[in-house]
Nanobody, 121 residues
Framework: QADLVQSGGGSVEAGGSLTLSCTAR????????MGWFRQAPGKERESVTT???????TYADSVKGRFTISRDAAKNTLYLGMNNLKPEDTAMYYC???????????????WGKGTLVTISS
């Protein structure tokens, strides 16, 4: 049984919208961080947006104003709302959890399997 179960994604035209979900089947400590990361073909994995246990959010400059991270604590689910999608947003999107609260890209404790997002021009 996977610890992080992702859903959503798919293919849309530029300007369209998609929502990704990530349900965590783990026990969270008092301080933690959850986030969305992506990896485009031929590129390094990068942080897209994160939210920590205090509710503080970070966004990559490339997605500010277009993407929104949110969570439903009761459902242990993380969401990524993506609007005004661009072809350069095409990537495999991963949710991840850091049990220490930092969401450093190379120091995350759990990873989802990823979901493909494809944006056509």
């Amino acid at each position: 049984q996977a610890d992080l179960v992702q859903s959503g994604g798919g293919s849309v035209e530029a300007g369209g919208s998609l929502t990704l979900s990530c349900t965590a089947r783990i026990t969270f400590p008092q301080s933690y961080c959850m986030g969305w990361f992506r990896q485009a073909p031929g590129k390094e994995r990068e942080s897209v947006t994160t939210i920590n246990s205090d509710g503080r959010k970070t966004y990559a400059d490339s997605v500010k104003g277009r993407f929104t991270i949110s969570r439903d604590a009761a459902k242990n689910t993380l969401y990524l709302g993506m609007n005004n999608l661009k072809p350069e947003d095409t990537a495999m999107y991963y949710c991840a959890v850091d049990l220490r609260g930092y969401c450093f890209l190379h120091d995350l404790d759990y990873w989802g399997k990823g979901t493909l997002v494809t944006i056509s021009s």
